[in-house]
């Protein structure tokens, strides 16, 4: 049973402009949720996380938001570069283990 | 932050035979994990290893099939065994390495196609 959703395997963003990926999940349990970036033929790497208690964290041009009513998470770039084109996964901590969705898709054009 | 060397790299295997993959990680980890990304799908968790003791096994998975080691604090093996068509996945193997943010990292993956 999927518990973290990623509806949208695939976006498409002009550089420049913003890309916001979502992310929606299942179990009201999770309290810490990570992004990653994945480069084909590399593993995962971390991009950003928050925690159940904050609804808003950034880091340079990457911000994630949550709205634990909606149980519904989105990270936004801004402005997409075409270095960011990868698939991005969404995660939730539960115990030491993480739980994935199955990953969005970003390209961003020139 | 840490470093996790994955082995091999990618790999075609015939049906029936087992696959060992490695991970070494360059500073001593208490946990290390297993997953498997099959086409068009997310990570699942496999197993949780620890050293000194037996790993645990994500629902659906059993021991006999994906044996996993874990001799000591920086080093695992997955053996992907009796393999058929379906095995057909990307593993990685990750480790908490403190490195802040739950210090998740990940190894670059092991391309599993099996004929």
């Known amino acids: 049973d999927q518990q973290v959703k990623q509806n949208s395997p695939s976006l498409s963003v002009q550089e420049g402009r913003i890309s916001i990926l979502n992310c929606d999940y299942t179990?009201?349990?999770?309290?810490?949720f990570l992004w990653y970036k994945k480069y084909p033929a590399e593993g995962p790497t971390f991009l950003i996380s928050?925690?159940?208690?904050?609804d808003k964290n950034e880091d340079g041009r990457f911000t994630v938001f949550l709205n634990k009513s909606a149980k519904h998470l989105s990270l936004h770039i801004v402005p997409s570069q075409p270095g960011d084109s990868a698939v991005y996964f969404c995660?939730?901590?539960?115990?030491?283990?993480?739980?994935f969705g199955k990953g969005t898709s970003l390209l961003v054009t020139p | 932050s840490a470093v996790i060397s994955q082995k091999p790299s990618r790999d075609i295997c015939q049906r029936g035979t087992s696959l060992t993959i490695q991970c070494q990680v360059d500073?001593?980890?208490?946990?290390m994990f297993w997953y498997r990304q099959q086409p068009g799908q997310s990570l699942t968790l496999i197993a949780t290893?620890?050293?000194?003791?037996?790993?645990?096994?994500e629902s659906g998975f059993v021991i006999d099939k994906f044996p996993i080691s874990r001799p000591n604090l920086t080093f695992s093996t997955l053996t992907v065994s009796n393999m058929s068509p379906e095995d057909s996945s990307i593993y990685l193997c990750?480790?908490?390495?403190?490195?802040?943010?739950?210090?998740?990292?990940f190894g670059s993956g092991t391309r599993l196609t099996v004929v």
């Open positions: 990750s480790a908490v390495t403190g490195d802040g943010n739950y210090g998740y990292t």
């Open positions: 179990n009201s349990m999770f309290d810490y």
């Open positions: 928050i925690s159940s208690i904050k």
């Open positions: 995660a939730a901590l539960s115990g030491y283990a993480l739980n």
């Open positions: 500073s001593q980890v208490t946990m």
């Open positions: 290893a620890n050293q000194g003791s037996e790993a645990t096994y």
